[in-house]
């Protein structure tokens, strides 16, 4: 945790830490003076990878005294592990999945201590099969071969609630623990019939695929949709716009899941609070690395948990 000498979270005290640090940087500081962010994110072929390293990359210009890196995981349910037993400082993990953990159910056998720094973006439920396959609902999956997404992943604890809405299981399927780029080549080369991805539209593995052979996203019934929240409130009827991806001529709707930057709930507040003001005041900068951080200040208070202390103190005074 952080142990640094904040006694105020407000702007002129930090431009007094910085002149402050010219007498320890004349003293030859070191790595060992700096606190490691380890924040951790997903596969490579989805959004959290990049997005994590972009995150890494402004705290490291904005805040002098961590020394920030992204790390590739399992994703969702890896990554709420890490938090809670302090093997990652921050992770992005989706909401279902966040929820999960904190309470000690579904695949976690304990409460896990998590707290939300903030709600960060949306998460769709992309299900792809080839364009001419029969499949036009999760219950068409029944005895095919379905990628549901990398162990530890919130693809993953997604594809088995939705399944299990439509009255199936892995019993009923050949499920296959696939990554996103790992699915992108199984679908490619015809190893499966199906695919789950939970990420944010475009998704760069479902690019490459659909430029390489004819697919299609599973359009959701609105009735469906409608059924799903109000058993499972964290999920949101979503729309992916037509021309997405290519060869996708109309827009396709599907569940969608907020995504949450999570943190220990023992985290030093005025460390967080630093945290949070660095990557909200550089939104535009991380939109270049993808278009989903124009959706954090409207998502800030979305997440399924508590915010923490740190963190709320920044949205209340930011206005967010």
Avoid at 54 to 80: H, R
Avoid at 261 to 271: G, L, Q, R
């Amino acid at each position: 945790m952080y142990n640094g000498n904040h006694t105020s979270r407000r702007h002129v005290l930090k431009s007094a830490a910085a002149i402050g640090s010219v007498s320890v940087v004349a003293g030859c500081l070191g790595s060992s003076d700096k606190e490691f962010v380890t924040i951790g994110t997903g596969g490579t072929g989805g959004v959290y990878y990049p997005l994590g390293g972009g995150i890494a990359d402004v705290l490291n210009q904005e805040l002098d005294n961590i020394e920030a890196t992204a790390e590739a995981t399992g994703a969702s349910a890896e990554n709420s592990r890490l938090v809670g037993n302090e093997e990652a400082t921050m992770a992005l993990a989706l909401g279902n999945t966040v929820r999960l953990a904190a309470n000690g159910e579904g695949d976690f056998d304990e409460s896990l201590p998590l707290r939300a720094a903030f709600g960060a973006y949306t998460n769709h439920t992309q299900v792809v099969v080839p364009t001419d396959s029969d499949v036009e609902t999760l219950a068409d999956l029944e005895d095919m071969n379905v990628s549901v997404g990398a162990p530890g992943s919130g693809t993953e604890v997604i594809a088995g609630e939705l399944l299990e809405w439509y009255g199936l299981t892995y019993d009923d399927i050949n499920e296959e623990r696939l990554s996103f780029s790992e699915t992108s080549s199984a679908l490619q080369d015809g190893n499966v019939d199906a695919g789950f991805w939970s990420v944010a539209y475009p998704a760069s593995s479902i690019e490459e695929l659909a430029s390489q052979r004819d697919v299609r996203l599973l359009d959701f019934p609105e009735d469906d949709l409608e059924a799903i929240n109000e058993e499972m409130p964290y999920y949101s009827a979503s729309e992916i716009p037509a021309g997405t991806y290519p060869g996708q001529d109309e827009a396709v709707t599907n569940p969608g899941v907020t995504n949450t930057m999570i943190v220990h709930e023992d985290m030093d507040a005025d460390f967080l609070y630093d945290i949070v003001e660095a990557i909200f005041t550089n939104l535009d900068d991380l939109e270049e690395i993808h278009h989903v951080a124009g959706q954090f200040e409207e998502a800030a208070r979305d997440g399924p948990i508590e915010l923490h202390p740190g963190a709320a103190d920044y949205l209340d005074e930011a206005g967010l």
